[in-house]
């Protein structure tokens, strides 16, 4: 098969997904005519590439929320506080689940309502892609290092820190066996980006909450998490106005153990619980303990 077949294929299959989304029918007989995706083709070089194909309509195969907040300082003599850190979850929706709802409820938000007012008194700036189809939605996965969505960046750029929320599995990040035993609790975060404080208090902060979690620079791991310390210069969380942030990337059991229900995101929505909260809480506070040290000049 050549490279433009295989590239027709996907979005053979991504039309199939996304017609079935729009008109809630089933996906077999669609998918049965369609020719099989294969796994290098399910990857956009950028957001620009993604948001140009022609199979995919936003709202229906993806969808993008942002909020920035509206600050103010009109008076002279007086010092307003400015918002330093901004949330991002670049994978959202189906692509890795878990992470928008999170995205939401650490930036102050409900997950259940986030076109409503806050449910937390101090709200952070936030960005999220959302893969929407039935299925299939790893497909609309851009890698970190090569997102240039105008908003994200923008976000970014314009704070001083950047907390960016991912999915992986378990046996993709190698853990020690000693450690971590392939039986044993799966539900881990790995904590990268190349702000060190800000790694140290999240580390801590999930640790304190009663989470698993490891620095992605820690010696002890890092041979195996290379791919997983979001080290890269134009990865997002690193894209700050201090050219370094953090990111987390949450196992599978860790993001679905969140919800009491992960399999959708209509479930989700409506069923984060107390680990949920527990998360959310200590990812806020590891925020408020960096942002401590970064008064606003």
Not at 20 to 31: D, S, V, W, Y
Request: proline content about 4%; aromatic content about 8%; overall charge negative.
């Amino acid at each position: 098969m050549t490279s433009s077949e295989r590239v027709t294929s996907r979005r053979t299959v991504l039309t199939a997904f996304a017609a079935a989304a729009a008109a809630g029918t089933p996906l077999i007989g669609q998918l049965a005519a369609a020719a099989p995706a294969f796994a290098e083709d399910t990857e956009y070089a950028s957001n620009t590439a993604l948001y140009k194909d022609p199979s995919l309509v936003e709202g229906t195969a993806y969808g993008r929320r942002y909020r920035r907040h509206e600050k103010f300082d009109l008076k002279q003599g007086e010092k307003y506080d400015f918002p330093r850190t901004a949330i991002l979850a670049l994978h959202g929706g189906g692509i890795e689940i878990g992470t928008s709802e999170l995205a939401l409820g650490i930036a102050g938000y409900s997950p259940s309502d986030a076109a409503g007012a806050p449910v937390l008194p101090t709200t952070y700036d936030y960005w999220m892609f959302e893969g929407l189809l039935s299925g299939g939605n790893t497909a609309l996965h851009v890698t970190s290092k090569n997102c240039d969505d105008h908003v994200a960046l923008s976000l970014a750029r314009s704070h001083l820190n950047v907390l960016s929320l991912h999915g992986c599995t378990f046996d993709q990040i190698k853990l020690p066996t000693s450690e971590f035993p392939a039986t044993g609790n799966r539900a881990v975060a790995v904590v990268g980006g190349l702000n060190p404080a800000f790694r140290t208090a999240l580390v801590t902060e999930i640790k304190n909450a009663g989470f698993q979690a490891v620095d992605a620079y820690d010696p002890k791991y890092s041979s195996t998490l290379a791919d997983f310390n979001g080290s890269h210069v134009t990865n997002p969380c690193n894209l700050t106005m201090l050219g370094k942030g953090a990111q987390i990337e949450m196992t599978t059991e860790l993001r679905q153990s969140l919800f009491d229900d992960s399999s959708s995101r209509s479930a989700r929505a409506a069923t984060w619980n107390g680990e949920f909260v527990k998360f959310r809480d200590a990812c806020r506070r590891a925020i408020a303990t960096v942002e401590a040290g970064q008064p606003v000049l």
